[in-house]
């Protein structure tokens, strides 16, 4: 048989799987670079950022699981927790036109401004460049970047993965745990998770 | 609360039902007041079914979704996106819900994510463990609080708090041999363990996971389910090589995977309805 066959299989495998990629967002790993122009019209490359702890919160008002962060008023709280200790917080819209969570500059500023939500930018990314350049799968999904530009936190932004505001007073928080247990100079314990919440509407 | 044990083992949870002396099972307050076995949310209506006019040991349960046109619920690995539907429970003492065993999913891509889930309609069957020091009695009121997320292109959350009271009417007892065909109809749709025969394994190379499974004939397509999440990138494309004696699926790595698992686990869909659940090693 067939050895052969298989052997020959195996190795024709091997062939086309050797270009795959590899991972752009792997904690542990530096952080990929990005260029991003935020609501202000700001350009905002994370190698600027290079010093300082950087979250990236991936986002889409429409999403219930979105809601129930920004409802519950939890994502605003981490915003302002975070950066009153000089963290770097981007909110990252990845929606392509025409899609549910797509705003331009003018919406975007008037509705995290309602929102009372703080981050230190929102980066507009119709193109969904910035989110496939991380994989970014969700709303939300949230990235922590080291001072040193090196990605140590990957996943969803706490332990309960539903959209239930509920479930946010029983809820750990995988992006304050990291964010801490990094700043106090120890490993992140929890470094991936999955990200929970609804696909992102990039753009086809 | 089903016990997240159950979920995780799925279709092979199987209670112990020596364990569940009256009073032990997870039995919620049996007070009967208005209910229905019926419910809805946007795009999504859901029906609590049973196999039995009598409830008695054996018997099942079937939580039957039924959805608007291009929406869909999700399989427990919901995939990239979403989250299955969860249930809480209220049974009478010395009985219990044991778990939904879940039929295979489909895969369904939504602007290059991927889901794992069913459309059109569903029926989820739950077979209900009795003690067995336990006379079922025949006023048996049946409790199920549904929460679940729908999608389509974008989500909605929905929930129901469904009531199923025996006796049953005598329309509902006209519907129950229909009922019986639909839950038989579901696990008919439930993986089933690959025979002893097959041999699957995985290599971890880099990026990718080559799961090879061989079934003892060359097969032409496969798609995987991965049980656990975080392991695979669902929406990376599978790539398919038919073996002289069976198949290699090449899966991407999850961008959230930390360290290679010991077993891929998961379900092997094949043409013409067959589903297996294997465990390949991986090396």
Redesign the interface.
Known sequence: MKKTTIVAAALALAVAAAPITTHASRVGAPAPDFKGTDSKGKVHNLSDFKGKWVVLEWHNEGCPYVKKHYGGNNMQKLQQQWTAKGVVWLTVLSSAAGQQGYMGPAQADAYFAQKNAAPSAVLLDPSGAIGRLYDAKTTPHMFVINPDGILVYNGAIDDKPTSDQADLATASNYVSAALTEGMAGRPVTTATSRPYGCGIKYAK | MMSRNCLRAVWVCVASVAGLAAGAGPAGAQSPGPGSRTGQGPHVRVELITDRSVPGPGMRLGLKFDLDPEWHIYWLNPG????PP?VTWSFPPGTMAVGIEWPAPERID????V?YGYHNEVVLPVPVAVAADVRVPRDFTVRASV?W?A?S?????GKADLVMKFPLSAAESSQVAAWKAEIEAARGLVPKPAPASWKASARA????F?IDVLTGSREEQAVFFPLE??QV?D?AEQ?V?P???GI?V?L??S????RDPGVLRGILSLPGGRAYTIGAPVR
């Open positions: 990239d996106s979403g989250g969860e939504i602007g290059g994510l889901n929460r997320m999608c292109n974008l989500c909605v959350p190379t880099g990026d990718t080559i999440l975080s990138n929406s790539a090589t073996l002289a004696a290699r090449a991407r790595k961008s959230q995977l930390a």
